[in-house]
């Protein structure tokens, strides 16, 4: 699915349990890819929360878990070069990997 279409099935969720549309949008500007959307939307699907609140801290552990992976990945790119910086030198560790 494209980012728009799912923006846009995102948005309907929303609508069908009586939050404003805007709610919507901002929740999708927020999280910014297409999977997060939809686990987003899976979570209004099954869910079927009651408050804008709720929405909004699934929304939030949502971008959290993605933060964190980022974060995780990261970190293990960089300890990777370090290994390298220690296995073969400042030489070594200049390329590209």
């Not at 609140?53 to 974060?71: F, G, T």
């Amino acid at each position: 699915m494209s980012w728009s279409s799912t923006r846009d099935e995102l948005v309907r969720n929303i609508k069908s349990l009586g939050f404003p549309a805007e709610l919507g949008e901002a929740i999708a500007g927020y999280l910014g890819s297409p999977k997060a959307m939809e686990r987003m939307i899976s979570y209004l699907h099954y869910v079927k929360p009651k408050t804008e609140e709720l929405v909004v801290d699934e929304m939030l552990a949502i971008r959290s878990e993605i933060d964190a992976w980022k974060e995780k990945k990261a970190s293990e790119k960089a300890n990777a070069r370090y290994n390298d910086m220690l296995n073969y030198g400042l030489d070594g560790a200049d390329e590209d990997r």
